[in-house]
């Protein structure tokens, strides 16, 4: 395995020297079976790329998956899925805008946008970021369904976009019954929340509490700031973005 080793990394120096990469994933299913085999590979790959990203001026990332490396030391990476609660390290969901296939095929099972955003403010919440996956046709072009959930998406995100970029993890990150399943390839199935369902962002003295379902009335509860909880806080200012 050794010349394929050798092959395999000096074909990713070269992707570094000739491209300068912002980000670089080493997703292989090797690397969490023989891991001990790649481990001296990829601590050389990992000090070559952080250094060159620093001679470049650049901020770099590596992601990867299982724990091909230490916590802390990259991005973990989980695909079609998520962690189960929030971790003191940045990671990333990678999953597609289809339940079954990342490639553009006949007769797809499209996720909707409401899935891909309720996805979305669970793993935020989580410390995290979404990176979604579509399908382009042969020729390039994006199909008109995968333009119409994106649009909505990105509807969404011009409104409450606020309690998203730039945000941190709250002390808790949700309140409510209903998660997500943890770990990886667990997303295939949309999930009922309730109304009672609530993720928690914040940025700055702004504490965000995003309802993962619609409300009837007039009045939204959020327990977790009562004055007899742990969580209670000084509040000033309630607003509710439109």
Same mark, same amino acid.
């Given at each position: 395995?050794?010349?394929?080793?050798?092959?395999?990394?000096?074909?990713s120096?070269?992707?570094?020297?000739?491209?300068?990469p912002?980000?670089? &994933?080493?997703i292989g299913g090797?690397?969490r079976?023989?891991?001990?085999v790649f481990?001296?590979?990829?601590r050389?790959?990992?000090?070559y790329?952080?250094?060159?990203?620093h001679? =470049?001026g650049? &901020?770099?990332?590596?992601?990867?998956?299982?724990d091909?490396?230490p916590e &802390?030391t990259?991005?973990?990476?989980?695909?079609? &899925?998520?962690?189960?609660?929030? /971790?003191?390290?940045?990671?990333q969901?990678?999953t597609?805008i289809?339940h079954k296939? =990342?490639?553009?095929i006949?007769d797809?099972?499209?996720?909707?946008?409401?899935?891909?955003i309720r996805?979305?403010v669970?793993?935020v919440?989580?410390?995290s970021?979404?990176?979604?996956?579509v399908?382009?046709?042969?020729?390039?072009?994006?199909p008109?369904?995968q333009?119409?959930?994106?649009?909505k998406i990105g509807? =969404?995100l /011009?409104?409450?976009?606020?309690?998203?970029?730039?945000t941190?993890p709250w002390?808790?990150?949700?309140?409510?019954?209903t998660?997500?399943p943890a770990? /990886?390839?667990?997303?295939?199935?949309?999930?009922?929340?309730?109304p009672q369902?609530?993720?928690f962002?914040?940025?700055g003295?702004?504490?965000?509490?995003i309802?993962?379902?619609?409300h009837?009335?007039?009045?939204?509860?959020?327990?977790?700031l009562?004055?007899?909880k742990?969580? /209670?806080?000084d509040?000033?200012?309630?607003?509710?973005l439109?």
């Amino acid at each position: 395995m050794k010349p394929f080793l050798t092959t395999g990394s000096n074909a990713s120096f070269t992707s570094l020297t000739h491209t300068s990469p912002h980000l670089f &994933g080493l997703i292989g299913g090797l690397l969490r079976e023989s891991k001990s085999v790649f481990e001296p590979y990829l601590r050389f790959f990992a000090a070559y790329y952080y250094n060159r990203g620093h001679q =470049w001026g650049e &901020g770099v990332v590596i992601n990867y998956k299982h724990d091909a490396f230490p916590e &802390g030391t990259a991005v973990l990476d989980v695909e079609r &899925g998520q962690l189960g609660d929030i /971790s003191p390290f940045f990671w990333q969901t990678d999953t597609s805008i289809y339940h079954k296939s =990342w490639r553009h095929i006949r007769d797809h099972d499209y996720k909707s946008p409401e899935h891909l955003i309720r996805q979305l403010v669970d793993i935020v919440s989580k410390n995290s970021c979404l990176l979604l996956n579509v399908a382009p046709r042969a020729d390039g072009t994006i199909p008109e369904e995968q333009q119409e959930i994106l649009m909505k998406i990105g509807d =969404w995100l /011009s409104r409450y976009g606020e309690a998203i970029y730039g945000t941190r993890p709250w002390v808790t990150y949700k309140e409510g019954p209903t998660d997500f399943p943890a770990g /990886s390839f667990v997303d295939g199935q949309e999930i009922e929340f309730t109304p009672q369902d609530i993720r928690f962002t914040q940025k700055g003295d702004y504490l965000y509490a995003i309802f993962m379902n619609s409300h009837e009335g007039n009045q939204l509860v959020i327990e977790s700031l009562g004055a007899d909880k742990p969580y /209670s806080q000084d509040i000033k200012e309630v607003e509710l973005l439109p």
